[in-house]
Every structure is written in structure tokens, then in C-alpha cells.
């Protein structure tokens, strides 16, 4: 895909519109300098350089990737007008696009047509706006999450001032249902978080299973999507159904775009399974609404001012890239082939060894030390990933993620315990194009043990 040409052409059409409207001179206190705009050009050019390459499939450290190029473009074109989503005052074609690209989210998580959701500038705001209705509609109750869900849920329970319940995690890393039961028998929780698709491991934790849990002590299920949520195109493929069909029966979820939805930061989602809830949002505002009786987003959202353009990114990448197992499923799907296939050659491998089987692209491994302790798997793994991003030729970026001692055991009991725990790789293979790279990327990972 030509960039350079959609670019060209997205800039002239912007020209175009504004033509219509007459020209003007822009005001004196606007105008630079040529010279001293090339000059801070040139300056942030060189300073950008000085980032990793998330764009090259020799990068599979953190959850980071580019922007498809159209969502670049859609991106591009909404800004130069610069919307605000907050009132169809703001982005009026913006704003119809957030509808469209919400609804085709809702109908892809199994969510009927009466359902409620926006967009949001993350995955942590949106969670804000699921954990704020939990709390509205059980204010007395708190809020229960896997030890393994993201700290987002601990830290915005703490904003909201409600008590937060970390539950226990089995031996893959996903809530411990046992755990969780005898926490509801309490009383004292009125929402679970149920996470498909840890960001540590990626561990999809049992929706179904979950679901039948809380329902029989009346409280609510929120499913923090924002990682994993997308897999729900593969659903059927090498991935059990039941977790992700049960989505559809939840209460809310949330889902990052700009993880696997191809867009720029900040693309969050937010769904609601009961559209009443929007009374909690109700609030007075006297200078906007005023453009059409329609509800405006902003009256059913935490945040204001909010770009349009994210919408339109979102909205140009889904008409070429549909929520379609053929569609935007085909990304999804080759980072899951490259997880397994990998999988497949660390368990082959004499120098590397699984820290736990990849259940979406994320893999975890770690060297085989000798002797096989806790600190020296935890020194060699830091000792490869520092030693792979800093080569002057051919690095490679990878990350760690630390496991207690408890966790290291129920799945390798052979390690010796000689210290709380220890560090081990993890590779983030959401960049469809790390299916080709694989055996390169694994060749380099072998060469720095």
C-alpha cells in the first residue's frame, strides 16, 4: 500500500473541502519562519530516531506496533479538521463513524442491537467507565479480578474508592474459579473481571466458566477484552469457542484498537450489554447538545473532549480490514501460527525451554541454565534481552516478565528454588509479518545464549 499516495491524496481532498467554504489569510501570529520550521523539523526528526523499531519484526518485545496505513490516512484526514467527539457540535461525521465502528464491535462480541458503548483514549479509561457503572449500580459491593488481570483494575478500584478483591490464579496463570467462588459467598462483590488474554502470558481466562460463577451470587461480569478481545474472530480455530461466545452474556467489555485493532494510540473501546445504563452518565451542560436532539457521545461517556479522528482511523481500517474471520481475523491469525510454531522449536530446542504453552501470540520461555536455578535462569534471561537490544549488528528486541517462586513451581518444579523468582523472556508476536521472520528471530535468540 502506497502511503505516500494516500497521503497526497487525503491532503488534497482536504484542500479541496476547505476551498468551499473561501479563502482567507491566516492571521500574522500564525506565520513562521521557513528556515527556523526546518530547522525544528530536522531537530524532532533526528530526536524520533531515538525509539525502538516497533514497526520491524526483529522488535517482539512489548505490545507495540504501527498503524495500518489506512488507519494513518483516516487518521490524518480527521485531524486536519480536528473533531471532537465529545457533541455532534464537534464531529458531526465523526461522530457517526464512532457509532458504526461501536456497533460493528458490539456485533462482533455477540452484543445485540440494544447495547451502549464508545470509544475512549485507552484501555484504562475505558476500564474507568466499566469499574464507575459497577460502582454505581453495587455501590456497597467491590470488585473482583484475577492476580494476574492488569493493574488498571487495583488502581482504578483505588480511584473510585472501592475495594478490590485480587483473586487467586491456577497453574497457567487464569483465575482460580475455587478462589473465586468462596470470595462471592461473601457478599462483599458485585462485579468479577474476567481477562481473555492476559498481558503477561496471554492467558485466556474461562469467560464461561466465570459467568456461571457470578451469576449465582448476583454480580455482574466485565470482560477486560483490551488485549485479547480481538481473538474473538479466531474463536473455533484452534481456540475453544465457549470463553469468547460468552462474551455476548457478560455486562460490559472493553477492547484496544490500538493493540489489535491496527490503530495509533489512543484507541480504546468500551461496550455495555444494558443500554439503561447510561443514566449514570447524565450530567448538565449548558453551551452544548445544541446541534441535534440525537444522543451525543459525550452524554453517554466520562471523558470530554475526545478526537474524531480516532473514530475515523478506526472507521477507514474496518472497511478495508472487516471484524471478519477473513478480514482483520487473518492478522490475528498469523501471530497465533507464529506463537505455536515457535512453541514447537523452543520445546525442540537443548539451550531454551517453555516457561508456559502460548494460548494467543504470546510466548514465554526461558534458557536452560546450568545449574537450573531461579537466579541464574533469572540472570541469563536479563543478560539476552540486554545483550540482543544493545547489538551494534542484528539486535533483537525482546522483554521479561517476572514469575514468583510459587508460579515457577506449578509449572517447572525442576528449577531450584534458590530465590523468590526469577525473570524469563516473553515475545509479543502481533506483527502478522514475524510469521516469515520466525526462524531468523530464533536463530538470534540461540546465538546470545
Not at 479563502?23 to 513562521?32: A, E
Amino acid at each position: 500500500m502506497d502511503l505516500q499516495h494516500w497521503l497526497n491524496e487525503a491532503l488534497a481532498n482536504h484542500e479541496k473541502w476547505t476551498a468551499d467554504y473561501g479563502t482567507f489569510t491566516p492571521h500574522s501570529s500564525l506565520q513562521v519562519d521557513p528556515a527556523l520550521f526546518g530547522s525544528a523539523l530536522a531537530e524532532l526528526q533526528d530526536r524520533l530516531r531515538d525509539n525502538y523499531p516497533f514497526f520491524h519484526p526483529r522488535y517482539a518485545g512489548q505490545m507495540l506496533k504501527p498503524p495500518h496505513p489506512a488507519a494513518v490516512v483516516g487518521y490524518l484526514s480527521a485531524m486536519l479538521i480536528n473533531p471532537n467527539n465529545h457533541a455532534l457540535d464537534g464531529g458531526p461525521a465523526t461522530a457517526a463513524m464512532e457509532r458504526e465502528v461501536v456497533s460493528d464491535l458490539a456485533t462482533m462480541f455477540g452484543y445485540g442491537d440494544q447495547h451502549l458503548g464508545h470509544l475512549t483514549s485507552s484501555g484504562t479509561i475505558a476500564n474507568l467507565e466499566a469499574l464507575f457503572v459497577a460502582r454505581s449500580l453495587h455501590p456497597a459491593r467491590g470488585v473482583a479480578y484475577s492476580s494476574e488481570a492488569h493493574y488498571t483494575h487495583s488502581r482504578m478500584c483505588g480511584v473510585l474508592g472501592i475495594e478490590g478483591f485480587p483473586v487467586a490464579v491456577d497453574g497457567l496463570g487464569r483465575m482460580d474459579l475455587d478462589a473465586l467462588e468462596e470470595l462471592l459467598k461473601t457478599g462483599k462483590v458485585g462485579t468479577v473481571v474476567v481477562t481473555p488474554g492476559t498481558t503477561a502470558l496471554g492467558a485466556i481466562e474461562p469467560v464461561h466458566l466465570v459467568l456461571d460463577v457470578a451469576r449465582r451470587y448476583d454480580a455482574r461480569v466485565h470482560v477486560d477484552g483490551a488485549y485479547g478481545g480481538f481473538f474473538t474472530l479466531l474463536a473455533g480455530t484452534d481456540l475453544a469457542p465457549e470463553p469468547w461466545e460468552a462474551i455476548g452474556s457478560c455486562d460490559s467489555v472493553v477492547v484496544d484498537p490500538h493493540k489489535h485493532g491496527l490503530q495509533p494510540y489512543g484507541c480504546g473501546a468500551v461496550l455495555f450489554r444494558d443500554p439503561s445504563v447510561g443514566r449514570f452518565y447524565l450530567h448538565d451542560s449548558p453551551y452544548t447538545y445544541f446541534t441535534s436532539d440525537e444522543m451525543h457521545l459525550g452524554e453517554i461517556s466520562l471523558e470530554c473532549s475526545r478526537a474524531g479522528a480516532a473514530a475515523a482511523g478506526l472507521w477507514l481500517t474496518l472497511r478495508l480490514l472487516p471484524l471478519t474471520r477473513d478480514g482483520l481475523g487473518e492478522v490475528l491469525a498469523a501471530g497465533r501460527r507464529t506463537a505455536v510454531r515457535w512453541a514447537s522449536m523452543i520445546r525442540e530446542s537443548e539451550a531454551l525451554e517453555l516457561y508456559q504453552e502460548p494460548e494467543l501470540d504470546i510466548v514465554t520461555y526461558f534458557p536452560r541454565t546450568d545449574p537450573l536455578s531461579l537466579s541464574a535462569v533469572d540472570a541469563a534471561s536479563h543478560r539476552v534481552m540486554e545483550t540482543g537490544m544493545n547489538a551494534a549488528v542484528d539486535p533483537i528486541f525482546l522483554s521479561v516478565a517476572r514469575a514468583s517462586k510459587t508460579a515457577f513451581a506449578a509449572r517447572h518444579p525442576e528449577v531450584e528454588a534458590d530465590v523468590d523468582g526469577a525473570r524469563v523472556l516473553r515475545s509479543v508476536l502481533m506483527k502478522p509479518e514475524s510469521e516469515d521472520y520466525l526462524d531468523t528471530l530464533h536463530a538470534r535468540v540461540l546465538s546470545l545464549l
